[in-house]
């Protein structure tokens, strides 16, 4: 992602990023689409109760792998949605009554900042 995202900024490209391409991605002619589809690992901590999510999963894996421990992710009404798209956008899921936006559970992300560098931030 950072080397896509370098070799874009270094050509004066624009960039656009997709998971699933349920949502809609605007990109200008010419410009990088990067595909996050085959960053997609997911690891549950069950005594922490939070899982490690790349960019290109999807929520029924998360559910696949949350559900043997007891645990169930903030998703939403279909398990093909991209975690990174979907939460970008606030997530409204099956349990947001009671939990509130998926959004409201990220406790850190790692983002590729427009100027190409790789930062760590947390909530
Ligand atoms: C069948 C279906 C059911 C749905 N149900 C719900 C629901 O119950 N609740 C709800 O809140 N929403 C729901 N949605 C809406 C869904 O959350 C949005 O369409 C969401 O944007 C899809 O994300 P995606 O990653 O799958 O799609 P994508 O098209 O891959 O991404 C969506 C947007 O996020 C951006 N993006 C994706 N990954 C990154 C990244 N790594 N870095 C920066 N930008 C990124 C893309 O550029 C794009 O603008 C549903 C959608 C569908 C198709």
Redesign the pocket.
């Known amino acids: ?1 950072r080397a896509a995202v370098q070799f874009a900024v270094s050509r004066d490209l624009a960039v ?10 605007v990109l200008d002619e010419g410009g990088v689409l990067i595909s ?1 589809k085959r960053m997609a690992d997911v690891t549950v901590d069950p005594q922490g109760r939070y899982a490690r999510i790349e ?1 290109g999963a ?1 929520w029924e894996q998360v559910v696949a792998c949350a559900e043997p421990h007891g645990l169930v992710p903030p998703s ?3 398990g ?7 939460t ?7 349990l947001a009554r009671e939990f509130g936006y998926a959004a409201d559970h990220v406790r850190a992300l790692d983002v590729v900042t427009a100027d190409g560098e790789l930062r760590h931030v947390t909530a």
Not at 17 to 25: A, C, D, K, W
Not at 80 to 86: D, F, K, T
Not at 88 to 94: D, K, N
């Open positions: 992602m656009a990023v997709q998971s699933t391409g349920h949502g809609v991605t996050t960019a999807r939403g009404s279909a093909h949605v991209g975690v990174a798209g979907y970008l956008a606030g997530g409204m899921g099956l």
